[in-house]
């Protein structure tokens, strides 16, 4: 028990030597400020202090009357406007100068402003433009409403155009026996498998000899072909033919309009009967109805 309390009193060299140096810091801080406390006052301040103590009190009010207060901050009083007669009378607020707004009692701040507006491009269109004027008072502004005449700006840009009235082309017309795919698909409703299943239906049937006949092609709505029939034409065309005395039953069924019972049909009745004389004489066949024959007869020859 001791050693433990004197161990608290026991330093090292570098203890000590820190605590005195830490002494002399305190030591200075505490008479440095005494020096600059004396330094402060030269001897024309004493001797004006000692001057001016013998003096009588107006005098030294007096002395203490010039020195200037710098700590006190020196405002002139705000001078009011003096009120402007006003004389009321009607005007127009895009065209009346300074004057006239001196003579209706507004300030030159808010006629400043006003002249700024106008200056650049600005327009009264109605009274009520007249009250955005940030420094119009709104008394002033109640006073003058009833005097504004504000007559009809002037444009500031040309007058409209008269519309152009555009005459719509009228449709191209096409020839469906010598139209390709591309001006097909330029049809309305029409796209590249519609265009193309036309062609080939033209094709096997050996042309058209009827603008009809363009709505028979498969998967053709008959809505979309009653759209596009006025702008379709036939135009004269050498078609392709059938030698219904030559031709079997394979070549006659290759046509569209000739199914397989039809072309083994005609080639029985030739076998039976000989060669077809005229071709009414497929009208003899049952199964050939005369709505299928009136379409056939234009595609069938006898030689």
């Known amino acids: 028990m001791e050693n433990n309390w004197k161990d608290y009193f026991s330093f090292t060299r570098k203890e000590r030597t820190g605590i005195y140096v830490l002494l002399a810091l305190i030591a200075i801080c505490i008479t440095l400020p005494q020096f600059f406390k004396t330094a402060t006052f030269s001897e024309e301040v004493r001797v004006e202090v000692m001057q001016l ?66 200056s650049r491009g600005g327009q009264f269109r109605n009274a009520a433009d007249l009250q955005k004027m940030y420094s119009l008072r709104k008394e002033d502004f109640d006073r003058l409403m009833p005097y504004i005449r504000i007559a009809t700006p002037p444009r500031l840009y040309p007058p409209p155009k008269p519309p152009v009235k555009y005459v719509k082309a ?44 363009v709505g028979e092609t498969f998967g053709l ?49 030739r076998q039976q009967h000989g060669l077809f004389h005229s071709r009414e004489e497929l009208q003899q066949i049952a199964l050939i109805t005369p709505e299928l024959y009136q379409k056939l007869a234009a595609y069938i020859i006898v030689e």
């Open 53 to 118: 103590q013998k003096a009588p009190p107006e005098q030294a009010f007096t002395q203490k009357e010039r020195r200037p207060a710098y700590n006190n901050v020196y405002y002139a009083p705000k001078k009011e406007e003096e009120p402007v007669k006003a004389t009321l009378f009607p005007f127009d607020p895009n065209t009346l100068d300074a004057t006239g707004w001196k003579k209706l009692g507004i300030n030159e701040r808010t006629t400043h402003t006003i002249q700024h507006y106008l």
């Open 170 to 213: 009228p449709p191209a017309i096409i020839d469906i026996n010598q139209a390709d795919t591309a001006a097909f698909i330029a049809l309305p409703g029409i796209g590249s498998k519609l265009a193309s299943r036309i062609v080939n239906f033209r094709e096997k049937l050996g042309g058209f000899y009827s603008v009809q006949q």
């Open 221 to 269: 709505p008959d809505s979309t072909f009653q759209l596009i029939q006025p702008r379709l034409q036939c135009s004269a065309v050498v078609l392709q033919k059938l030698n219904i005395n030559t031709a079997d039953a394979n070549t006659l069924k290759q046509h569209p309009y000739i199914r397989w019972n039809i072309a083994n049909a005609i080639v029985q009745y």
